[in-house]
């Protein structure tokens, strides 16, 4: 059975930095790009990063370029978000997903993802 289960959202001061897991099973990482989408309240879902599960190709929204980095341990079958200088308007529910698509070529978008996670709130706050 196919699962994807994220970790690691808390509550954080604007500035600070936090690292975001996607532990996957049944299925292997090395066949198969990941992404990591976030949802704020009231807003549509939209992509934040991906990543090539075989040759590590990454593709990021450019509202995110620079401040985060998405990576991959193939050994563990998991997939990484690793957000700093976070911001109030990165406060969203992060999920992450599986694409049979190339993250290089077919990007960010969510009609081209399944086998979505439950996600993990991350709020950037005072």
């Known amino acids: 059975q196919v699962q994807l289960a994220e970790s690691g959202g808390a509550l954080v001061q604007p500035g600070g930095s936090l690292r975001l897991s996607c532990a996957l099973s049944?299925?292997?990482?090395?066949?198969?790009?990941v992404g990591w989408f976030r949802q704020a309240p009231g807003k549509e879902r939209e992509g934040v990063a991906c990543i090539g599960g075989s040759n590590g190709g990454t593709n990021y929204a450019n509202s995110v370029k620079g401040r985060f980095t998405i990576s991959r341990a193939n050994a563990r079958n998991t997939v990484y978000l690793q957000m700093n200088s976070l911001k109030p308007e990165d406060t969203a529910v992060y999920y992450c997903a599986r694409t049979y698509y190339t993250c290089s070529a077919y990007g960010l978008n969510t009609h081209y993802y399944v086998n979505w996670g439950q996600g993990t709130q991350v709020t950037v706050s005072e």
């Open positions: 049944g299925f292997t990482l090395d066949y198969y790009d």
